[in-house]
């Protein structure tokens, strides 16, 4: 069994910073692609940043310039680091993460979210 887990969300005014976190546990021998997800209320699930396992990333340009994914393969863990936001990041933030287990399968896992809530 693979789990993503989430932190790092909350309030933060227009034009702060946050930095999310996910970080990965179970059964892992190998994670792919990561990736950043973000659904703001009565929208569709959109991708905001992903990165490869060889520090490829890619980002919605909605964020472009003010994101920066980043993760460190010997710890497992995937960044998010947001600046200069605004009301429109509003949402919640999912990570996600292309696995292969310790016995061969591949899996496609979802962690359970971290609101962010951008307002003055």
């Known amino acids: 069994q693979v789990q993503l887990v989430e932190s790092g969300g909350g309030l933060v005014q227009p034009g702060g910073s946050l930095r999310l976190s996910c970080a990965a546990s179970g059964s892992i021998r190998i994670i792919y692609d990561m990736d950043w997800y973000r659904q703001a209320p009565g929208k569709q699930r959109d991708l905001v940043a992903t990165?490869?396992?060889?520090?490829?990333?890619n980002y919605a340009d909605s964020v472009k310039g003010r994101c920066t994914i980043s993760r460190d393969n010997a710890k497992k863990p995937v960044d998010l680091q947001m600046n200069s936001l605004k009301p429109g990041d509003t949402a919640v933030y999912y990570c996600?993460?292309?696995?292969?287990?310790?016995?061969?399968?591949?899996?496609?896992?979802w962690g359970q979210g971290t609101l962010v809530t951008v307002s003055s």
């Open positions: 996600k993460a292309h696995v292969v287990t310790t016995d061969y399968r591949n899996v496609e896992v």
């Open positions: 990165i490869t396992n060889g520090g490829r990333t």
